[in-house]
């Protein structure tokens, strides 16, 4: 069955650091990749799509890829505030254009 | 901005109670989604709406929660009888695609269900 993984430990980082969060998959081939902040108690926030034939796209502070041999999708926010704590969220598209959600990474920056 | 609409912030239910949750999606989204959230995981798709119709709904537990979209704009779910196990968040979004490409996808703030 389809599998998405994060890393369930949060991650901690310094202030100004760059943060780079990791999602693999297995037993898929998503026709493209998105990327949530979650904050407590709310809803996801849409903050990237990569589809399946861009390596690579840019936001801002934030930068994503998008491996389809190694399976896997970096999520990557330069420097870091401590205003980007939350949990990161990758979702692949699941069929008939819902997604299927991996378990999310925290992201804690300290001052 | 737009946003996806629900209601109520947040629901205490009796087990064995009747809930029912609302989603008014962004206007001109055909695609409306059901999800559930348990603390600590992702969203899980229980059911998803092209217009009025149901196009998935094969993780909705049929025996206790409906779900409709009549006039394929805002949506209700209900979960009849509530049982312990359903405390969770409930998230709306919806979706706005040309062909086969999504180029929208927005959730609600969800409605936060504790069955006691």
């Known amino acids: 069955s389809q599998k998405i993984e994060q890393n369930s430990e949060a991650l901690n980082i310094q202030e100004g650091k760059t943060a780079t969060l990791t999602c693999n998959y297995t037993?898929?081939?998503?026709?493209?990749l998105q990327w949530y902040r979650q904050d407590p108690g709310r809803g996801p926030v849409f903050l990237l799509l990569?589809?399946?034939?861009?390596k690579e796209k840019r936001k801002e502070r934030l930068k994503v890829t998008f491996d389809t041999t190694l399976k896997q999708s970096l999520f990557h926010i330069t420097a870091s505030q401590p205003a980007d704590s939350a949990t990161y969220l990758c979702a692949l598209e699941k069929g008939r254009r819902a997604l299927t959600f991996g378990s999310g990474t925290r992201l804690q920056v300290q001052p | 901005e737009a946003e996806v609409a629900q209601s109520p912030r947040y629901k205490i239910t009796e087990k064995s109670q009747a809930v029912a949750f609302w989603c008014d999606p962004i206007s001109g989204h055909a695609t409306l989604y059901w999800y559930r959230q348990i603390l600590g995981q992702g969203p899980e798709l229980l059911v998803q709406f092209q217009d009025e119709s149901v196009v998935d709904d094969s993780q909705l537990p049929k025996d206790r929660f409906s779900a409709e979209r009549l006039k394929g704009v805002d949506s209700t779910l209900k979960i009849q009888p509530a049982e312990l196990g359903d405390s969770a968040m409930y998230l709306c979004?919806?979706?706005?695609?040309?062909?086969?490409?999504?180029?929208?996808?927005?959730f609600g703030s969800g409605t936060r269900l504790t069955v006691v």
């Open positions: 990569i589809r399946e034939n861009e």
């Open positions: 979004a919806s979706s706005l695609s040309v062909g086969a490409r999504v180029i929208g996808y927005t």
């Open positions: 037993n898929y081939s998503p026709a493209y």
